[in-house]
């Protein structure tokens, strides 16, 4: 499967792909900014997004052009700048239903709790504490050696793609050998690098499932494409820097030049 796609002659809006995004929260409303942005700039049709008052104030004003009506996606981001320990019942119950319906969903931050359990295809995208969490909670032992042995372990168990963060990205589908990803830059670890790489993974499972609904190794695909190209756009951000630091925008801001590249390679 081909991770990107340049849009033809053919395309609409709803053909290149709709993502629906719940992220964000009063406490850390710029994690819905950022993956917001991050989504627009990998190339989707649509973003929807979805979230409390002031997130949704901050990513209207940053990306005018993102709806926040509810409606059809073809995939979702979920968690990004939420805490699990202060979600509401309501939205659980929202989270819930979205787990347990068809359209692929990556789960980050404060929704990885709940997206350990359900139907839908997930991408789970925990940094190394997060991960440790997650098999806290999962009943599994805390993760020793190798972190793709770890990493394929917490697959198997809910049955979800891991994606597990960190200078070495480790992306593990059920029962499948894991792949590392290596591309980036250390500069890439500053806040809000995470929340980035989700929008752009969210929008190229969007992008694929507009076609057809990717299955695990598939979406363990996308994943690790979304890493590459997340990874990529963080040497590009900190090149035209002279090598110099990057913010997770900037990284938002260099993903086209890094999809342009991929494009013109193939
Ligand atoms: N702009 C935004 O909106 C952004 C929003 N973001 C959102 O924030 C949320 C939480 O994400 P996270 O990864 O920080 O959470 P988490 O794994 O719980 O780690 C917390 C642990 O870190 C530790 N710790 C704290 N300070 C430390 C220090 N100085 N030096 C070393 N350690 C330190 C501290 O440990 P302790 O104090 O117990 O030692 C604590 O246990 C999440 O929703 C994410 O999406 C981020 O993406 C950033 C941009
Ligand atoms: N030393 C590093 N070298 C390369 N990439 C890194 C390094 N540290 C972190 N990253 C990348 O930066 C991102 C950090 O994500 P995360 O820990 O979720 O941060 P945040 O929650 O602040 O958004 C991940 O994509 C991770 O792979």
Do not use: F, N
């Amino acid at each position: 499967m081909r991770a990107l796609r340049a849009p033809t002659a053919l395309d609409d809006k709803y053909s290149r792909g709709v993502l629906g995004v719940r992220t964000g929260s009063e406490l850390y409303p710029g994690a819905a900014v950022l993956g917001v942005e991050a989504a627009w700039r990998t190339g989707v049709g649509m973003v929807r997004y979805l979230g409390p008052p002031r997130p949704t104030a901050l990513v209207l004003g940053r990306r005018p052009e993102t709806v926040v009506a509810d409606g059809r996606v073809q995939a979702w981001v979920l968690g990004s700048g939420t805490d699990a320990a202060a979600r509401g019942a309501a939205e659980t119950e929202i989270l819930r239903a979205v787990l347990s319906d068809t359209d692929p969903v990556v789960a980050d931050a404060g929704a990885l709790d709940i997206a350990a359990h359900g139907t839908a295809p997930r991408i789970l995208t925990p940094h190394d504490r997060e991960h440790a969490r997650l098999r806290t909670a999962l009943g599994l032992p805390p993760p020793r050696g190798p972190r793709s042995d770890a990493a394929r372990e917490t697959a198997d168990a809910t049955g979800a793609v891991v994606l597990l963060k960190g200078s070495e990205t480790v992306v593990a589908a059920p029962g499948a050998e894991p792949v590392t990803v290596s591309e980036g830059t250390p500069w890439l670890a500053t806040a809000g690098t995470g929340d980035v790489l989700a929008g752009t993974i969210g929008a190229l499972v969007a992008v694929a499932a507009a076609d057809r609904v990717p299955g695990a190794d598939g979406l363990a695909a996308l994943a690790a494409s979304g890493a590459w190209l997340h990874g990529r756009a963080g040497a590009i951000a900190s090149s035209a820097v002279g090598g110099g630091p990057v913010t997770a925008l900037d990284v938002a801001e260099a993903l086209p030049r890094a999809v342009a590249e991929v494009l013109s390679s193939v």
